[in-house]
């Protein structure tokens, strides 16, 4: 399959997103900085890591991009920031949830390996039931498109999900956690501790959700006409 290439798919798809998930590192990055002295040693390193392969994986990604235009790289680019964008929002809800107790620091990282262990489900989901999905893309090779145009042509075929029981269902989830080790630990701390790190846990979840649902079956379909 033959995309035309243009600036707009490459701001798009690679610049926008490098420039958005590197700012989110250097906040997240900023946020552990305040909280530093209330890591253990291992939690401390933990996080080191997590910063050097996030960062990494940033510059990696977007070198690779602009080095070599290409269809697949581009939204292979815009399909990985899903994830470091996911990442960068779960690493700050980490620090908040450390001047709580750290038990809400690893209940955070249960809860998200969880729910991107149901992503992965619903993404072979949407795989598996789409699989005719191949023949839209010879009507598209028929007429001139950006690669753009080829991704939003397959959004409407995305795989349907009620997001408000998505969205209730994260909310009931953290409440339920908050409520479940303050009676068990009897942690005692101010609400908007509970609060702040729950949002910014939910908007990590939200955009591994949001990536999963909407750019994955584009993306592999991509990946597999270009193969």
């Keep these: 399959m033959y995309l035309k290439l243009s600036e ?25 900085s305040t909280i530093f002295s209330l890591s253990t040693c291992f939690i401390k390193i933990l996080f ?18 602009r080095v070599k235009p290409d269809a697949l790289l581009y939204a292979q ?6 994830y470091l964008t996911s990442f960068s929002f779960l690493l700050i809800a980490l620090s908040i949830s450390l001047n709580v107790a750290e038990i ?11 729910f991107h262990i149901l992503i992965r489900f619903e993404m072979k989901t949407i795989q598996n039931n789409n699989k005719n999905l191949h023949d839209l893309t010879r009507d598209f090779n028929q007429k001139e498109g950006g690669l753009y145009d080829f991704i939003f042509s397959l959004t ?7 997001g408000w029981i998505i969205f209730f269902g ?12 303050k009676g068990i630990f009897k942690i005692t701390a101010p609400y908007e501790l509970y609060i702040i790190p729950g949002v ?9 959700y949001n990536m999963g649902l909407k750019m994955y079956l584009p993306y592999i379909i991509l990946q597999e006409e270009v193969q």
Excluded: M, T
């Excluded at 998930?21 to 997240?28: C, E, R, S, W």
């Excluded at 080191?48 to 991009?65: D, G, N, W």
């Excluded at 994260?170 to 080790?181: E, K, R």
């Design 8 to 32: 707009f798919d490459y701001n798009y798809f690679v610049k926008k997103h490098f420039v958005l998930n590197f700012a989110l590192g250097v906040l997240a990055l900023f946020g552990f």
């Design 48 to 65: 080191i890591l997590s910063y050097i392969l996030y960062f990494y994986f940033c510059i990696f990604l977007y070198i690779r991009a």
């Design 77 to 82: 680019h815009r399909f990985r920031s899903g």
């Design 104 to 114: 809400y620091f690893w209940s955070y990282i249960v809860i998200y390996i969880l």
């Design 156 to 162: 409407r075929y995305e795989y349907k999900i009620n």
């Design 170 to 181: 994260f909310i009931l989830i953290q409440v339920v956690l908050v409520a479940v080790l």
């Design 200 to 208: 910014f846990f939910f908007i990590s979840g939200f955009a591994l």
